[in-house]
T-cell receptor
Framework: AQSVTQLDSHVSVSEGTPVLLRCNYS??????LFWYVQHPNKGLQLLLK??????LVKGINGFEAEFKKSETSFHLTKPSAHMSDAAEYFC????????????FGRGTSLIVHP | DTGVSQNPRHKITKRGQNVTFRCDPI?????LYWYRQTLGQGPEFLTY????????KSRLLSDRFSAERPKGSFSTLEIQRTEQGDSAMYLC????????????FGEGSRLTVL
């Protein structure tokens, strides 16, 4: 069994300030973890993924995430928010094996103020 | 590689009517997923195919829902006797390599049941 909890439904930041979107996961296996972004009226786009290599993962647009097994967390960060970062962000967990079914969190809406 | 394509993008129907959505995955991807996303929620797994075989179905997939993937290429998702609760975005995704790979999503088919 696997699940993911996004701890904040909304995060509001000012442009130029750091972004932190929190995600905790539960998995019976050694998980693969992903962050996807969804802009209004657009498809889901992969930001970054962790697949048991380096625990600090860098993604597109300056985002990165750190896998912490002891805390079962995979928080997404960015040093400086841009207006274009305003979107919905989803943390996703999946396990190995034949039944590979990625499970999504409920999403965090990132609001960026000028 | 033209990405994952879904049609129609929008469908408005009256309660009780049948609707069908089509998904064309990335050509070399042998696994195809259907998810449903309602407002303010993350995508929820419905079913997936490995080539033409439907390997797993969620409990969300009532008997009014049926999905096919003839010849392991495109897939269709049919909803019979639609209900207002079926109103949602239906997302299709494909993947080349299960276990660690990312999902590639289409832009979705939005269903509104009046």
């Amino acid at each position: 069994a696997q699940s993911v909890t996004q701890l904040d439904s909304h995060v509001s930041v000012s442009e130029g300030t750091p972004v932190l979107l929190r995600c905790n996961y539960s998995s019976s296996y050694s998980p693969s973890l992903f962050w996807y972004v969804q802009h209004p009226n657009k498809g889901l786009q992969l930001l970054l993924k962790y697949t048991s290599a380096a625990t600090l993962v860098k993604g597109i647009n300056g985002f990165e995430a750190e896998f912490k097994k002891s805390e079962t967390s995979f928080h997404l960060t960015k040093p400086s928010a841009h207006m274009s970062d305003a979107a919905e962000y989803f943390c996703v967990v999946s396990g190995p094996g034949g039944s590979y079914i990625p499970t999504f969190g409920r999403g965090t809406s990132l609001i960026v103020h000028p | 590689d033209t990405g994952v394509s879904q049609n129609p993008r929008h469908k408005i129907t009256k309660r009780g009517q049948n609707v069908t959505f089509r998904c064309d995955p990335i050509s070399e991807h042998n696994r195809l997923y259907w998810y449903r996303q309602t407002l303010g929620q993350g995508p929820e797994f419905l079913t997936y195919f490995q080539n033409e075989a439907q390997l797993e179905k969620s409990r969300l997939l009532s008997d009014r829902f049926s999905a096919e993937r003839p010849k392991g290429s495109f897939s269709t998702l049919e909803i019979q006797r639609t209900e207002q609760g079926d109103s949602a975005m239906y997302l299709c995704a494909s993947i080349e390599l299960a276990n660690t790979g990312e999902l590639f999503f289409g832009e979705g088919s939005r269903l509104t049941v009046l």
